[in-house]
């Protein structure tokens, strides 16, 4: 698709390292699918992935984890 931030560039699938901050637990997250643009740089994560990430980060913060570096498993 057309990059929607810069509008020139095209996205590509690859991978994006995400870092998600919740109260004390910080998680960072690599290998995340994401559509990257070939112009300006911009990731943006697939749908199905950042659910994920958010329901990992849910569990994380539930067992009170502080800083975690996690490569993303696609469940
Ligand atoms: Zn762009």
Redesign the pocket.
């Known amino acids: 698709m057309i ?9 590509r699938p690859g991978f994006a390292s995400v870092t998600l901050e919740r109260d004390s637990t910080t998680l960072l997250f690599k290998n995340v699918p994401a559509q990257v ?6 990731e943006f994560i697939d749908e199905t992935a950042s659910t994920n990430l958010l329901n990992t980060a849910e569990a994380a913060v539930r067992d009170g984890v502080q800083v975690e570096l996690r490569h993303y498993a696609a469940a």
Request: one cysteine or more; a negative charge; hydrophobic letters at 5%.
């Open positions: 990059c929607p931030i810069c509008r020139c560039g095209h996205t643009c070939d112009n300006c740089g911009e």
